[in-house]
């Protein structure tokens, strides 16, 4: 080997020899990294740490396989028991157990239960058809109600019969009408509400149907005067009277203590 190949060759090796030392961290890195990951398990994408591989889970530093039931899937979780039936089966006693449809119905979107057709509702287990009755129609998938002019009794429509001064109520309770202003049921009939002198009407389904005018007070069917005494006012209603401060009611007047 001529001399000048030789200082050539040196500076190869020195090269290579240099080469090899930058390479060495890496791989140190590389083994340090993949040291204590047990087996079926490999580094998280992100973070520190390794996970166990699909189909496993952590038990006690290891990863164990996931015991799958027929008719299920792993779903690679650290919580619960790491798997879940497939659509139309239910978990029964850690197994997935088909899901009986019966007759008339479908499963539902979630796949995990079933429910009845339009026009039938659910009755043990089965969907039997919901029976409309004459005068009627099927309000929604598991109920009827009665036509306009009808009402619901004994799984019957009913015709209602709207009295004198009454009128139709669309409605699945009570009789199937209302009285007109100035009216009140009694039995069935619409009877006026007699209000007596110093009175209004008042438009409510409880109570006598009307009130005594302010400085008046009912009595016996009547609206009579309120005596306001000395020392006294009209109470908020102003249909009686309280005593100015610091007066007290004694026997209808009003006195100091």
Request: charge should be positive.
């Amino acid at each position: 080997m001529g001399r000048r190949q030789r200082p050539m060759m040196t500076a190869l090796r020195s090269l290579l020899f240099l080469v090899f030392l930058v390479t060495l961290p890496g791989v140190a890195v590389a083994q340090s990294a993949s040291i204590g990951i047990p087996k079926n398990a490999h580094s998280k994408s992100y973070g520190s740490g390794w996970e166990c591989d699909r189909g496993y889970r952590e038990a006690d530093g290891t990863c164990v396989a996931v015991k799958v039931p027929a008719n299920a899937y792993p779903t690679n979780a650290s919580y619960g028991q790491g798997w879940e039936c497939t659509r139309g089966y239910l978990e029964v006693d850690k197994a997935c157990v088909e899901i009986k449809i019966p007759a008339n119905a479908y499963l539902t979107s979630t796949g995990d239960r079933w429910e009845c057709h339009r026009g039938f509702r659910e009755v043990a287990e089965t969907c039997v058809a919901v029976k409309v009755p004459k005068n009627g129609y099927l309000s929604d998938s598991s109920s009827w109600a009665c036509n306009r002019g009808f009402r619901a009794a004994n799984d019957k429509c009913i015709a209602v019969t709207v009295p004198a001064h009454g009128y139709f109520v669309d409605t699945s309770f009570d009789r199937g009408w209302k009285c007109e202003r100035g009216y009140r049921a009694v039995g069935g009939a619409c009877k006026a509400i007699a209000v007596p002198a110093n009175g209004h009407f008042v438009d409510a389904s409880y109570g006598v149907g009307w009130k005594c005018d302010r400085g008046y007070r009912a009595a016996k069917g009547a609206c009579v005067t309120v005596t306001v005494p000395r020392n006294a006012h009209f109470n908020y209603s102003g249909n009686d009277w309280d005593c100015n401060r610091p007066y007290r009611k004694r026997q209808g007047k009003c006195a100091l203590e």
